[in-house]
Every structure is written in structure tokens, then in C-alpha cells.
């Protein structure tokens, strides 16, 4: 377990400083930052000097150790549009994107993955079929017509729940909604798809005619073996889900992280979409990481070791 | 059943969330953008400039509510030019910070020189665009300060009206970072995220590009602020601001264009306030690009453009079409009838045939959603330079491309800085302005001397009569082409009476005293 987690972390250290190289590269290839924070008509001195001030007048290599020198020694660079540690920008939005991301997670998997055990077990029946029809649907529909849609009954027309904003937990269900339908469609589909496979294999039918409940039968026969597909599946959406929560922040005003960072795309606001890059990189390796721990938590012939 | 009371229940709570917040003496508004600083010395932004006139103070104040200058006492109770280039400021004494400190004469040199000195660059353009001609700040005594200008200076009391003027705390801001008794960079950074100044409001929150709270200040100077309170929350999508206006999580929205304006109409609670605003949407072409340096061709691409036709697609025949460089704000100066700007493609096709177009495209640049309307009037202006036989690419592209020596032609604004034509015209077009430091733009020793005339001559008559020779220049050898000034929107909760006011640069929220009424009818 320990040789596990440490080959583990060695390799998430490498891919977060390709990530980090990478992105650092490419915000300067882009071009300056200079034309958004400055006002147009600056004459040429005043123009050197402030691109001296922001520190960009220095060559990219040099530019890249500091950064990196920063970096180590824990110190993230301020943000160019808001002069802050773009750590203290991050923390102001951070907690509300996470939670976002939790909420629509949890949704995710309990009811995603119950309605694909159902829908297995309910195969060929009205109430299997309309509940696939449904999922297809949530699968269909791109997240952010159905969040619009939601606004629309209901905060639009009902006034019932707030539009704008996180600051109360009734400003979290529609956009938990809007952002788990395509996830809990997609992992119902999974789920039955791998329940199926199981239902037929041969250790199904001997526990069965062991006499076993049927739910000792579904669940610890059935779906712990139909889950390694499905918990994949949920590790693979994760970076799907980070995109999806941009464009859902967007539509409720949440001002969360991908607000932040596709506002400091646009005015290439490197610090801060350099930190954005690392701290979005760290959640899904750390995720994966967690999906592979997970693997060996339902199938007990994968090991860490 | 059970399903039924969830329902109500969650609806009880939503109702009470949603109408919670708000008090009697508490106002939310919903706005389009959020500053990322705020430091009126060093903002010249649209965004920025909504924010400043309820925290601070210029030293010579305005009647908003009028649309040529009237000036009143600010900072200062009484002013008085004592020379072509000095002009002496008494200074009120009860004038109260809001971290609690005294305001002094030491602060209102500090703001000043802060300025015309500076020691923090962004400062730098500051003094070129608007205090050019302020030399020197000086403290007379404790309650004198006298303002001195390098040439004759007509425009004293407008340039202490101005934003960029407003008087800040010296040791408050010295004191934020390093040394308490050392101005460094990192102060004025510091400032631009806890600003504090003499204003009916103090700014209790801010998080830059998200949201700003005002909180009245107790030990005003003058008439106290209406509000108790006033929250700024930016919900940057159009529609997700309008539903908030309806669904009452918000009082006020900003930035509702004319399409939109019925889906607010139409509601009972609801409606709308506007204002023609003193800002041109403009189209700007690179005179020194040799492809565009042909005064004819730039002339006939003007003449070409039915700004009134646009006016009635895009804006609802709200916007209003200039006939010159030109706004009522200017008082005195306000010349619509020099007719700069006309429509006249006939003669555009005679101007094109005598400059020798030969069909080359010129490339037209503009953002996607910068302004309003912008790339429905840029494939309209197609249609239409089209009409006279010009060929024109629209090249759609977020970054600034004024300094671009390829760029032909693209759209921008001018709004109005102060009510002058220096500055408005003048930031970008007098001859050390921002086109003509960028290169695009070449005044010659003609209109050099016809801007010093105008500039600095204390004759009114002498001023009026030199604009009116720019405007001559202007319109023979075209750098620029106002094509209208837009109509722009606020939605209101109906109880809520406020509206922009005609006295204000462009975009000003102002909620002070008799400004603003909440319970109205």
C-alpha cells in the first residue's frame, strides 16, 4: 500500500509538471496580457515600463524558473487583473465550486447508480423502459438548455427558487440538477448495461440456487461484481464534470472557479490561469488515484502492492 | 400528499430566501460587470467608473441632474482662479474619511500629486489623458491649496470634477504595505482592493469582479445617504440577470439592451429607466496604413453608412445619430450644427472613383459582444459600403488592434471623460491622444495649432470657433466616424424610483441623497 501510493504520487508529481509546463507555454504563445491590462493609447515608455512592472519584460526562460522557484517554495504569483495572491482569489471561489461538484457527485452515483440495479431487474417491464427513456433524455439534453429550462418554470414563472448566486442551499438544487441529469443518465445506462453482463454468469445462477435473499443476491453478488465498469466510468467523467460546472456557474452567476478561469483565459491572466490549471490537474489525478484505491476495495484481486 | 407539503414547504422557504434580504433601506443591484480594482485616481474603465461617485468626492462638485456643468462645492467650499494658471481652493474642515481619520490639506496635495508625480506607473496615463497641464499642487495653508497649470488653464473646475481627481488618504494608503511612512507600488495595490474615501457611502466589501458592498457613512459632510445599504452583485449573463430582476432577487439590473426591454415592460412589477448616453460607438480607420491613407476613401466609407437606418434596426430609433463630435453635455461648446458627419452615397461613389479604389477588401475588426450591437451594425455597414461597390472582411477578434499597423478599419468607443470636448474628443484625438500615440493617427502642424487655440485659449468664442475648424479637419481627412450614441437600459422593481442622470459620465450608479427613493409609486 505505502510502495503504492508513493510510485503513485511520483507519477502525479511528473504529470502535474508536464501540466504545469504546458500551460505556461501556451498562455504566453497566445500572445501578451498587456493589451487588457493596460487602457489602448499608451505611449511606448509608459508601455515598456509597465510590462517591466508586471515582470513579462524578462526572457520566458527566466520567467519559467521564477515561477518555479515560487512555486516550491509554496508562493503562487499574484493575479494580473486583481494585484492578490491568486491563492486568495481561489480560496473565495473555491468552496463553492467544490461543493457544486460534491453535490452533483453524490446525486450522481446515489441515484445513478440504484436506477441502473433497477432497470436491470426491471427488464422488459413498462416501468425499466420509461425509466431508460428518461435517462436518455438527461443524456440528450445539453446541460446548460436544461438548466435555462429550469430557470424558467422555476424561478421565472413559480418564483420558487433563486437564480443568481450560492449563498443558500436552495441556490444549490437547480444547479445540481442541471449539472448531474447528463451524469446520472449516463451511469444508469452503465450500471444496467454492467448489471446485465452479471445477471448472466454462472456464479449469479449457484447463488441464486444457494437459496441466498434476493438483495444479498443483487447486491453483493451482483453488483459489487458489475461495479469496477461503472466506478471507471465515474473516474473518466470527472474532468467532463469540471467542464459542465463552468458552463452551469455561468448560467446561475456563481462566480466559482470556471468562471474565474474563463474569465483569466480571455485576458490571459497567467498567474491565475496557471494555479487553475494545477489545482483542477491535482482534483482529477487525486480523484483517479482514489478510483484506483476504490478498485481495490471491491475487487480483491487488484492489489496495491 | 406528502409530496404536495414538500412542495409548499420548499416554496415557503424559497419565498423567504429569495424576499429575505432586503430591507427598507436596502438596495440590491444586479450588474453586468464587476471592477477588478477600485482606485478612482488610476480607473478610466467603463466598469470602473460606475462605482466611484458614492465613495468619493472630487474637490469641486456637480448638479448631476443637469445636463450642462453647474458646479457646486465639493471637497473645497469656494474656488477662485487667481491667474490664467492658478487657481486657489478653500478647503472644508469637517470632512471625515471613512476609517475615521480628519481629511487635511496634506491629503487633497497627496491625491493630486499622487497624479501628476507618480511614482506607480499605471498613474502615468492618467496624467497624460487628463491632468497634462497640472504642473504643480500646493498647500497654502491648512485650509488653501492652490492648483497651478503650466499654460493658461480654461478647464480648472471640470478638471477638478473629475473622477481621476477624487481626494484619497494619504496615510491610510501610505500605511497599508512596507514602511507606514513610504508611498510604495504595493500601497496603491492595496488601496485599489480596500479603498476608502470621504464619500455619502463607505465600501465595507469588496471582492473584485464579483461583488461590492456600500454602507452609509455616519460622519458625512454633507446630505446623508438615503440607503443603509447597498449591495453590488455582478450576474455577468443577460438573461440570468433579468430573472433575478423578476424574481425579485435583485432590485435594479444594468445593461438591458433594446430587444429586451419588453420582456421587462410587459410585467407589472417591473420598469424601465434610460438614458441616452454620452458615449459614441465609433468606427476608427488606421490613416497610416498606405492601403487607407487616401483622404477620399475614408471620406466615401463614411459618407457610405445610413447611421439613421441602423439606428431604427439595431437601437429601436432610441440611440441618437450625431452630426459631429458633438454632445449637449458640452454647454457652450455643444455644436450640432457644424454637420461633420453625413450620408450621402452618391456622392461616396464619386469620392471612391477619384481616390482610385481598384475592390480591395478592407479588413473591418471587431469583438464578438464588446458593444452592444456591435456585429449586427458591422455586417449591417457591410451591406451598405457594399452598396457603393467597397468590398469589406469582418474580422472578428477580441484583442485591441489599434496599434496594429495592418488594421484598416474596426469599431471602439468614445465616451465622454469630462463635459468637454477635451475630453472626449480630445483623449483620442488631440494630438499627443491616445490614436495618435498609438500611430494610427498623424495630426499635422495645421491641426496642431488649431488644438492649441482650442485647448488652452480662455476666449470661449476663440475655443468654439477652433473646434469647429478641428471638426473641418476632421471631416476632409476622416480618422474617425461617430456612428451613434446608444440608448442604454436599467431594469427596476416599480417601488424602486431611480434613473441615470444626463450630469454623470457614462454608467454611474448614483444612490445618493435625492438621488434615489425607496416605496415609490
Redo the contacts between chains.
Keep these: 500500500m505505502a510502495g503504492f501510493l508513493l510510485r503513485k504520487a511520483g507519477r502525479m508529481a511528473i504529470t502535474l509538471w508536464v501540466i504545469a509546463t504546458v500551460v505556461f507555454a501556451a498562455t504566453r504563445l497566445t500572445?501578451t496580457p498587456i493589451?487588457?491590462l493596460?487602457?489602448?493609447?499608451?505611449?511606448a515608455a509608459?508601455r515598456a515600463?509597465?510590462i517591466a512592472?508586471w515582470g513579462l519584460d524578462r526572457p520566458v526562460w527566466d520567467q519559467y524558473v521564477a515561477y518555479w522557484s515560487a512555486l516550491l517554495r509554496g508562493d503562487f504569483g499574484l493575479g494580473f487583473?486583481?494585484?492578490?495572491p491568486v491563492s486568495t482569489?481561489f480560496a473565495?471561489r473555491l468552496g463553492q465550486s467544490a461543493t457544486l461538484l460534491g453535490t452533483t457527485l453524490l446525486v450522481t452515483i446515489g441515484v445513478g447508480v440504484p436506477l441502473g440495479v433497477l432497470t436491470a431487474m426491471w427488464r422488459g417491464r413498462a416501468l425499466g423502459s420509461a425509466v431508460l427513456l428518461v435517462a436518455f433524455l438527461g443524456y440528450a439534453i445539453p446541460n446548460f438548455v436544461f438548466a435555462?429550462l429550469l430557470?424558467l418554470v422555476f424561478?421565472?414563472l413559480?418564483?420558487?427558487?433563486?437564480?443568481?448566486?450560492s449563498?443558500?442551499p436552495?441556490h444549490y438544487i437547480m444547479p445540481t440538477l442541471a449539472l448531474s441529469a447528463y451524469f446520472v443518465a449516463a451511469l444508469v445506462r452503465y450500471t444496467r448495461n454492467a448489471m446485465l453482463d452479471v445477471l448472466g454468469q454462472d456464479y449469479m445462477r449457484t447463488a441464486w440456487a444457494k437459496g441466498l435473499a434476493p438483495h444479498v443476491v443483487m447486491l453483493k453478488h451482483g453488483l459489487r461484481n458489475a461495479l469496477i465498469p461503472v466506478i471507471t466510468v465515474i473516474g473518466l467523467q470527472m474532468t467532463t464534470l469540471v467542464s459542465g460546472a463552468v458552463v452551469i456557474e455561468?448560467?446561475?452567476?456563481w462566480?466559482g472557479v470556471g468562471?474565474?478561469l474563463v474569465?483569466a483565459t480571455?485576458r490571459r491572466d497567467y498567474p491565475v490561469l496557471q494555479f487553475g490549471v494545477l489545482v483542477v490537474a491535482c482534483a482529477v489525478v487525486v480523484v483517479n488515484t482514489l478510483v484506483d484505491l476504490a478498485y481495490a476495495a471491491v475487487d480483491p484481486r487488484v492489489r496495491l502492492a | 400528499m406528502e409530496k404536495m407539503m414538500r412542495r409548499s414547504l420548499?416554496?415557503a422557504?424559497?419565498?423567504v430566501?429569495?424576499g429575505g434580504g432586503a430591507g427598507a433601506q436596502e438596495l440590491r443591484v444586479?450588474v453586468q460587470n464587476m471592477a477588478?480594482?477600485l482606485d478612482p485616481g488610476r480607473d478610466?474603465?467603463n466598469v470602473g467608473s460606475q462605482f466611484y461617485v458614492n465613495a468619493f468626492d472630487p474637490m469641486i462638485g456637480k448638479d448631476h441632474t443637469r445636463i450642462e456643468s453647474a458646479w457646486l462645492p465639493g471637497i473645497a467650499t469656494a474656488w477662485k482662479q487667481v491667474s490664467p494658471t492658478v487657481m486657489e481652493l478653500t478647503l472644508r474642515d469637517d470632512v471625515v474619511f471613512h476609517n475615521g481619520e480628519k481629511m487635511t490639506a496634506e491629503d487633497v496635495v497627496f491625491s493630486i500629486e499622487r497624479i501628476i508625480n507618480p511614482t506607480f506607473?499605471?498613474y502615468?496615463?492618467r496624467k497624460?489623458?487628463t491632468l497634462p497641464n497640472i504642473a504643480a499642487v500646493e498647500m497654502v495653508d491648512a485650509r488653501t491649496v492652490r492648483v497651478i497649470a503650466a499654460k493658461p488653464e480654461p478647464l480648472f473646475e471640470t478638471l477638478l470634477n473629475t473622477q481621476q481627481t477624487m481626494i484619497v488618504p494619504k496615510k491610510y494608503i501610505a500605511g497599508l504595505t512596507g514602511d507606514p511612512n513610504q508611498l510604495e507600488?504595493t500601497d496603491y495595490?492595496a488601496f485599489?482592493?480596500k479603498p476608502v474615501g470621504t464619500g455619502a457611502y463607505r465600501i465595507a466589501e469588496f471582492?473584485?469582479?464579483?461583488?461590492l458592498v456600500y454602507v452609509r457613512h455616519d460622519a458625512y459632510w454633507g446630505p446623508k445617504a438615503p440607503l443603509a445599504k447597498v449591495t453590488i452583485?455582478?450576474?455577468?449573463?443577460l438573461?440570468?440577470?433579468i430573472?433575478?430582476l423578476?424574481?425579485?432577487?435583485?432590485d435594479i439590473i444594468t445593461n438591458v439592451p433594446p430587444d429586451q426591454l419588453s420582456v421587462l415592460e410587459g410585467d407589472a412589477k417591473l420598469k424601465v429607466e434610460g438614458m441616452v448616453t454620452p458615449i459614441f460607438h465609433v468606427i476608427i480607420f488606421n490613416t497610416q496604413n498606405p492601403k487607407m491613407a487616401n483622404p477620399k476613401l475614408r471620406q466615401a466609407l463614411s459618407l457610405a453608412i445610413d447611421r439613421k437606418t441602423l439606428n431604427e434596426a439595431l437601437w429601436g430609433g432610441r440611440a441618437v445619430v450625431p452630426s459631429s463630435h458633438t454632445y449637449p453635455q458640452f454647454g457652450a461648446l455643444y455644436m450640432p450644427e457644424l454637420n461633420t458627419f453625413e450620408y450621402n452615397p452618391a456622392k461616396a461613389r464619386q469620392l471612391l472613383k477619384e481616390a482610385g479604389y481598384d475592390g480591395f477588401p478592407i479588413r473591418f475588426d471587431t469583438g464578438a459582444a464588446y458593444y452592444t450591437n456591435a456585429l449586427l451594425a458591422a455586417q449591417a455597414i457591410q451591406e451598405m459600403w457594399a452598396e457603393v461597390g467597397v468590398k469589406m472582411q469582418i474580422n472578428v477578434a477580441?484583442?485591441?488592434t489599434?496599434q496594429d499597423p495592418t488594421m484598416m478599419a474596426r469599431n471602439?468607443s468614445n465616451p465622454l471623460y469630462f463635459p468637454d470636448p477635451v475630453g472626449s474628443f480630445g483623449i483620442?484625438w488631440a494630438p499627443t491622444?491616445?490614436?495618435a500615440?498609438?500611430g494610427r493617427f498623424k495630426p499635422d502642424a495645421a491641426y496642431e495649432a488649431m488644438w492649441e487655440r482650442f485647448r488652452f485659449s480662455t476666449d470661449l468664442a476663440e475655443r468654439k470657433k477652433a473646434y469647429a475648424e478641428l471638426m473641418g479637419w476632421i471631416k476632409e481627412n476622416p480618422p474617425v466616424l461617430p456612428l451613434y450614441q446608444p440608448y442604454e437600459s436599467y431594469g427596476l422593481r416599480r417601488g424602486v424610483a431611480w434613473k441615470p442622470l444626463p450630469g454623470h459620465i457614462p454608467y454611474v450608479l448614483d444612490f445618493r441623497a435625492g438621488k434615489l427613493v425607496l416605496g415609490a409609486n
Design positions: 500572445g493589451d487588457f493596460m487602457p489602448e493609447g499608451l505611449d509608459s515600463e509597465m512592472y487583473m486583481e494585484r492578490r482569489i473565495e435555462i430557470l424561478s421565472f413559480l418564483h420558487w427558487l433563486p437564480s443568481a448566486g449563498a443558500t436552495l455561468t448560467v446561475f452567476s462566480n468562471d474565474l474569465g480571455l | 420548499l416554496a422557504a424559497a419565498a430566501m429569495i444586479g477588478p480594482f478610466f474603465s506607473p499605471p502615468n496615463v497624460r489623458d507600488n495595490e485599489a482592493l471582492i473584485p469582479n464579483q461583488r452583485t455582478r450576474i455577468p449573463e438573461s440570468s440577470r430573472t433575478a423578476k424574481n425579485g432577487e435583485v477580441e484583442p485591441w489599434g471602439w483620442m491622444g491616445n490614436s500615440t498609438e
